[in-house]
C-alpha cells in the first residue's frame, strides 16, 4: 500500500523559497507535494532579481553565487550555457558581477527545470496569492489561508517571507518613498529636482543608479549616522582565515582588535608587493565562520555590534561592483550627490514637497534640505513583532512564533524550525533566509542562504518525505 504524501507549503518565492521547492522536488516522492506561494507574479526573482535595470548589479561575484553549495560552478556553467541569450551586459566570467536581472532568470530557469525537464509538474503548485494565515489545523500540519480565501491543508510550512521594505507608511505623501523597491517609489521625480536618500548602503547606492539612469540632473543628498557608502570590489587574493570560532574570544572587542591586527598584516603584506586592499581579503576570510562567531557572542555584545560597528561592518562587507562604485564616484566628484553623516532633527512631508532639518555628525550648523522626494533607503525594516504582515501577525498572536532576541527577525533553532512564544520548536514550521537574521547574522545573502537551503530540505525530506519517516507529536 502507498505511503500517505506529505504536503509543504513554501510562503514566499524569492530566491529562499524558490530554491527550497527546487531541493524538495529533488527529493520528493511520487505523492508528495509541494505549494509554492508567491504575491507577486514573477516566481523565483523575490525583492533583489526583480529589477529590470541592468545596471543593477549582482554584489557578489559570479564565481560564489551558484544556487547549489556542493556545485559551486553551477551559475558559471549556466551563464556560459545561455551566452547570448541574456540581452544587454553579457557577464564577464566568474570574477564579473552580473546584472541580477539574469540572476532571477536563473533561479526561474531551475523551477521550470523540475517541472519541464524532471518531470515533477504534479508534485509542485504554483499559488499566485497572498498566505494570510496559517493556524495549526487538529492532529498536526496547518491550515494555510491566502488572500484569494481559498484554505490548504499542510503538514508543514516553511516562512521564506525574505526581507522586508524599509520604512512602515508613517507619511502617507508621494513625495516620500517608504519602500524604495516599490515600481512607482521614483516615478514622476523631476530631473532637476533635489532627491534627498535617508540611508547610504546598497539600497541608498541602487536608487542613485535609477536616477542617474533615468537621466536625473538635480542634486541627490544621501545621509545616515557615520555616511559611510559601501567600498568597492576590487581584485582581491584568496580570502585570509584570521578567526577560528573555537578558540575565538567571546567580546566583541577582542575579536575588533583581532580582525583590525589581521586587515593591517595584509596590507602591509600586500603593499610590500605593491598592491592594495588587503583588508578585503580578511573581511571575505570572515565570511564562513561569522555565523558561529556572531553564535559565540551574548546578547549584550551583539547589541553592542549592533549600535556601533554595523555600520561600518556593512560597508566593508556588502561591497559595490566596480562599475557601480564608478559611477557613484563620478556623480560624487561633479558634486551632484552629496554623501554625509547627519542625523535628522525635524522633518516637515506634504503633499509636493519633504523638508529635512539636518545636524551634522560631531556637531556644526544645521541645515535645510527641501526635496520633491524623499526615499527611505535605511535597509530592510526589522522588529516583526509589530508587523503588519497578516501571516505572521497571526502567528505571533496565537504564540506559535516569537521575535529574536535582538527583534531583527524569528526566532530559530539550528535547523531553522520556528520556536513558539515557550521556547518550544515546531519540527513542523520553519524558516529560511533573512528572517532568521538575529540568530545567525549572515542569512542574508545568497553565500549562506544556499547552504540553510540546502540543509532544511535534507531535514524536511528525512522527516516528512520519507517512508520510514519519524511521526512528531505537536
Ligand atoms: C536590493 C537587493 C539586492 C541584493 N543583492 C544581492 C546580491 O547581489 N547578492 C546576494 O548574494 N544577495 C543580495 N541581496 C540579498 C538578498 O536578501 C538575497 O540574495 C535573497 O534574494 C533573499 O531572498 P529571499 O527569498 O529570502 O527574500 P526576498 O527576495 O525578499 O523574497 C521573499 C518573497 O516572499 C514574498 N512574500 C512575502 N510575504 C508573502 C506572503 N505573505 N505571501 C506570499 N508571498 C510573500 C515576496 O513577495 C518576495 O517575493 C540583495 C537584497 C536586496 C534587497
Same mark, same amino acid.
Given at each position: 500500500?502507498?505511503?500517505?504524501?506529505?504536503?509543504?507549503?513554501?510562503?514566499?518565492?524569492?530566491?529562499?523559497?524558490?530554491?527550497?521547492?527546487?531541493?524538495?522536488?529533488?527529493?520528493?516522492?511520487?505523492?508528495?507535494?509541494?505549494?509554492?506561494?508567491?504575491?507577486?507574479?514573477?516566481?523565483? $526573482?523575490?525583492?533583489?532579481?526583480?529589477? @529590470?535595470?541592468?545596471?543593477?548589479?549582482?554584489? %557578489?561575484?559570479?564565481?560564489?553565487?551558484?544556487?547549489?553549495?556542493?556545485?559551486?560552478?553551477?551559475?558559471? +556553467?549556466? *551563464?556560459?550555457?545561455?551566452?547570448?541569450?541574456?540581452?544587454?551586459?553579457?557577464?564577464?566570467?566568474?570574477?564579473?558581477?552580473?546584472?541580477?536581472?539574469?540572476?532571477?532568470?536563473?533561479?526561474?530557469?531551475?523551477?521550470?527545470? +523540475?517541472?519541464?525537464?524532471?518531470?515533477?509538474?504534479?508534485?509542485?503548485?504554483?499559488?499566485?496569492?497572498?498566505? %494570510?494565515? *496559517?493556524?495549526?489545523?487538529?492532529?498536526?500540519?496547518?491550515?494555510?489561508?491566502?488572500?484569494?480565501? &481559498? &484554505?490548504?491543508?499542510?503538514?508543514?510550512?516553511?516562512?521564506?517571507?525574505?526581507?522586508?521594505?524599509?520604512?512602515?507608511?508613517?507619511?502617507?505623501?508621494?513625495?516620500?518613498?517608504?519602500?524604495?523597491?516599490?515600481? @512607482?517609489?521614483?516615478?514622476?521625480?523631476?530631473?532637476?529636482?533635489?532627491?534627498?536618500?535617508?540611508?547610504?548602503? *546598497?539600497?541608498?547606492?541602487?536608487?542613485?543608479?535609477?536616477?542617474?539612469?533615468?537621466?536625473?540632473?538635480?542634486?541627490?543628498?544621501?545621509?545616515?549616522?557615520?555616511?559611510?557608502?559601501?567600498?568597492?570590489?576590487?581584485?582581491?587574493?584568496?580570502?585570509?582565515?584570521?578567526?577560528?570560532?573555537?578558540?575565538?574570544?567571546?567580546?566583541?572587542?577582542?575579536?575588533?582588535?583581532?580582525?583590525?591586527?589581521?586587515?593591517?598584516?595584509?596590507?602591509?603584506?600586500?603593499?610590500?608587493?605593491?598592491?592594495?586592499?588587503?583588508?578585503?581579503?580578511?573581511?571575505?576570510?570572515?565570511? =564562513?565562520?561569522?555565523?558561529?562567531?556572531?553564535?559565540?557572542?551574548?546578547?549584550?555584545?551583539?547589541? &553592542?555590534?549592533?549600535?556601533?560597528?554595523? =555600520?561600518?561592518?556593512?560597508?566593508? &562587507?556588502?561591497?559595490?561592483?566596480?562599475?557601480?562604485?564608478?559611477?557613484?564616484?563620478?556623480?560624487?566628484? $561633479?558634486?551632484?550627490? *552629496?554623501?554625509?553623516?547627519?542625523?535628522? $532633527?525635524?522633518?516637515?512631508?506634504?503633499?509636493?514637497?519633504?523638508?529635512?532639518?539636518?545636524?551634522?555628525?560631531?556637531?556644526?550648523?544645521?541645515?535645510?534640505?527641501?526635496?520633491?522626494?524623499?526615499?527611505?533607503?535605511?535597509?530592510?525594516?526589522?522588529?516583526?513583532?509589530?508587523?503588519?504582515?497578516?501571516?505572521?501577525?497571526?502567528?505571533?498572536?496565537?504564540?506559535?512564533?516569537?521575535?529574536?532576541?535582538?527583534?531583527?527577525?524569528?526566532?530559530?533553532?539550528?535547523?531553522? +524550525?520556528?520556536?513558539?512564544?515557550?521556547?518550544?520548536?515546531?519540527?513542523?514550521?520553519?524558516?529560511?533566509?533573512?528572517?532568521?537574521?538575529?540568530?545567525?547574522?549572515?542569512?542574508?545573502?545568497?553565500?549562506?542562504?544556499?547552504?540553510?537551503?540546502?540543509?532544511?530540505?535534507?531535514?524536511?525530506?528525512?522527516?516528512?518525505?520519507?517512508?520510514?519517516?519519524?511521526?512528531?507529536?505537536?
Amino acid at each position: 500500500m502507498a505511503t500517505k504524501g506529505t504536503t509543504i507549503a513554501i510562503i514566499g518565492a524569492g530566491f529562499s523559497g524558490a530554491l527550497l521547492a527546487v531541493h524538495l522536488l529533488d527529493r520528493c516522492r511520487q505523492q508528495d507535494k509541494i505549494l509554492l506561494v508567491e504575491r507577486n507574479s514573477q516566481f523565483g $526573482r523575490g525583492v533583489a532579481y526583480a529589477t @529590470g535595470n541592468p545596471h543593477h548589479l549582482l554584489n %557578489v561575484r559570479a564565481g560564489n553565487m551558484s544556487a547549489f553549495p556542493d556545485q559551486p560552478d553551477h551559475f558559471i +556553467r549556466w *551563464l556560459d550555457s545561455h551566452a547570448g541569450t541574456l540581452g544587454p551586459c553579457e557577464p564577464t566570467g566568474r570574477d564579473g558581477f552580473v546584472p541580477r536581472r539574469i540572476y532571477g532568470s536563473y533561479i526561474q530557469d531551475l523551477i521550470a527545470d +523540475r517541472i519541464w525537464g524532471c518531470g515533477k509538474a504534479m508534485n509542485l503548485q504554483l499559488i499566485h496569492d497572498s498566505a %494570510v494565515g *496559517l493556524e495549526p489545523a487538529p492532529g498536526g500540519g496547518f491550515m494555510m489561508q491566502v488572500d484569494g480565501g &481559498r &484554505r490548504y491543508a499542510v503538514d508543514a510550512a516553511v516562512l521564506a517571507l525574505g526581507n522586508f521594505p524599509p520604512g512602515r507608511d508613517l507619511v502617507p505623501s508621494p513625495a516620500y518613498a517608504a519602500d524604495p523597491w516599490a515600481p @512607482g517609489a521614483l516615478e514622476g521625480i523631476d530631473r532637476d529636482a533635489t532627491v534627498m536618500l535617508i540611508g547610504t548602503g *546598497l539600497t541608498a547606492v541602487d536608487v542613485v543608479i535609477s536616477l542617474l539612469d533615468r537621466g536625473h540632473r538635480g542634486p541627490i543628498h544621501a545621509i545616515s549616522r557615520r555616511g559611510l557608502l559601501p567600498r568597492a570590489h576590487a581584485p582581491v587574493p584568496a580570502p585570509l582565515p584570521s578567526l577560528d570560532p573555537a578558540t575565538a574570544p567571546p567580546q566583541l572587542s577582542a575579536l575588533l582588535h583581532a580582525v583590525r591586527r589581521a586587515a593591517r598584516q595584509a596590507e602591509a603584506d600586500l603593499a610590500a608587493q605593491g598592491r592594495g586592499g588587503g583588508w578585503r581579503a580578511v573581511i571575505d576570510g570572515l565570511r =564562513p565562520v561569522t555565523q558561529s562567531l556572531w553564535r559565540g557572542l551574548d546578547t549584550t555584545e551583539q547589541q &553592542r555590534f549592533l549600535r556601533h560597528l554595523r =555600520p561600518w561592518w556593512d560597508s566593508h &562587507r556588502h561591497r559595490m561592483a566596480p562599475d557601480v562604485a564608478t559611477r557613484i564616484g563620478d556623480a560624487r566628484a $561633479r558634486g551632484q550627490l *552629496l554623501v554625509r553623516a547627519m542625523r535628522i $532633527r525635524a522633518r516637515h512631508i506634504d503633499a509636493d514637497r519633504a523638508a529635512f532639518d539636518l545636524v551634522p555628525r560631531g556637531g556644526g550648523p544645521a541645515e535645510r534640505v527641501i526635496a520633491a522626494r524623499a526615499v527611505d533607503c535605511t535597509g530592510p525594516g526589522g522588529n516583526l513583532a509589530h508587523t503588519a504582515e497578516p501571516v505572521l501577525a497571526g502567528l505571533f498572536r496565537c504564540g506559535h512564533i516569537r521575535a529574536d532576541t535582538l527583534a531583527l527577525g524569528l526566532d530559530v533553532d539550528d535547523d531553522l +524550525r520556528l520556536i513558539d512564544a515557550h521556547g518550544r520548536a515546531d519540527r513542523r514550521l520553519a524558516a529560511v533566509g533573512p528572517l532568521t537574521k538575529g540568530v545567525f547574522w549572515e542569512s542574508t545573502a545568497v553565500p549562506d542562504i544556499r547552504n540553510q537551503v540546502a540543509a532544511l530540505a535534507a531535514g524536511l525530506a528525512a522527516e516528512l518525505m520519507s517512508n520510514t519517516q519519524t511521526e512528531y507529536v505537536i
